[in-house]
């Protein structure tokens, strides 16, 4: 019998998450990179999934799937990147339980990753965000969950899966006090401090809400939590509707990601110190939070057209 596929199963359900305890995302990311890996590996060698060995994934084949990814599929120099870094979590694992590949799978984890030039990162200005916000039509209900849920990530910078992952008891509007908690990257709790403005625009959502404390703060119109593809979408709808009277928008690609960013740049331009910010957004090191400085010089030289160079955390 192949030692690999009990060993793979074991590093998805040992090693993931019972002892990491890693996030559903993750766990879905990873499933994915290895599917696409043994049905290239499949094809190329002629062995079914079932019946590939540890030798079978050597390193010049390892390197030729991470080639396929860009060249057939399209996939970005960060995408191939990413799962590199999947096939390699998975043979550190292995080398802890078959040292006999060991000198196959340090090869394998000698592989580096690409250098890629990163992409421009934009931000909102505050007429950007009021033409954003103001698009959300607030007389149905579906406007005025979005225009709530839009204002919340714009001030508090919460990535789309902190946002889709709110639940009503995660808010806390009383005052003084008022903040948001959320289970952030790497399951680490974070509490987010709330100002006066979107303290008011929750306190509405919520009297509308009516939820449970575990229910999602922001449901779709049967009761579940939005999806990350859904909140995608209804910002994009917005960024169309906004830039009608907002024309700088229709220069700038808008994401969630891009709320983030709005909140730190404001942050920022605001004289919080990067500590703060950093501890704002979750970063686990200021380091990353620093490019947001350059940004601000460049702003305020005027060199820079609202966008940061290479940055996602």
């Known amino acids: 019998m192949s030692a690999l596929a009990p060993t793979l199963q074991a590093f998805f359900t040992t ?6 305890q890693v996030s559903s995302h993750t766990i879905a990311s990873y499933r994915d990179t290895f599917r696409l890996l043994f049905t290239f590996v499949s094809k190329r060698i ?21 080639d396929h990814l860009p060249t057939d599929r399209n996939n970005s120099i960060r995408t191939r990147n990413t799962r590199l870094a999947a096939i390699r979590s998975f043979f550190r694992y292995a080398a802890l339980q078959h040292p006999e590949h060991l000198d196959s799978i ?20 505050e007429t950007e965000v009021d033409a954003l916000l103001n698009a ?3 007389h149905g209900w579906t406007g005025r969950r979005d225009y ?15 946002i889709t992952g ?9 005052s003084p006090g008022a903040h948001v908690h959320c289970l952030g990257k790497g399951r680490k709790e974070r509490i987010t401090p709330l100002l006066p ?16 404390p575990l229910d999602p703060l922001f449901p779709t119109s049967t009761g579940k939590p939005l999806s990350r593809d859904a909140v995608e979408r209804r910002i994009k709808l917005y960024v169309v509707k906004a830039a009608t009277e907002c024309s700088s928008l229709k220069s700038k690609r808008v994401s969630a990601h891009t709320l983030r960013h709005t909140a730190a740049m404001r942050l920022l331009l605001s004289d919080v110190d990067i500590t703060v910010i950093a501890l704002w957004l979750g970063h686990e090191q200021v380091a990353t939070t620093q490019i947001y400085l350059v940004c601000r010089k460049l702003h305020q030289t005027g060199e820079l057209n609202t ?7």
Do not use: H
């Open 197 to 212: 403005s979107i303290i008011a625009v929750l306190q509405v959502w919520c009297d509308e809400r009516q939820g449970d």
């Open 307 to 313: 966008s940061l160079r290479g940055f996602a955390a």
């Open 46 to 66: 002629g062995k079914q999934p079932s019946q590939l060995e540890f030798q079978d994934l050597d390193a010049p084949l390892v390197a030729a799937f991470l």
């Open 106 to 125: 340090r090869r394998v984890l000698a592989i580096p990753p690409k250098r890629f030039e990163r992409n421009l990162v934009t931000y909102l200005t």
């Open 148 to 162: 709530a849920m839009l204002a919340l990530a714009i001030q508090t910078g919460l990535r789309i899966s902190e």
């Open 15 to 20: 090693r993931l998450i019972s002892q990491r």
């Open 136 to 138: 959300c039509d607030r």
């Open 166 to 174: 709110l639940t009503c008891g995660d808010l806390t509007l009383r």
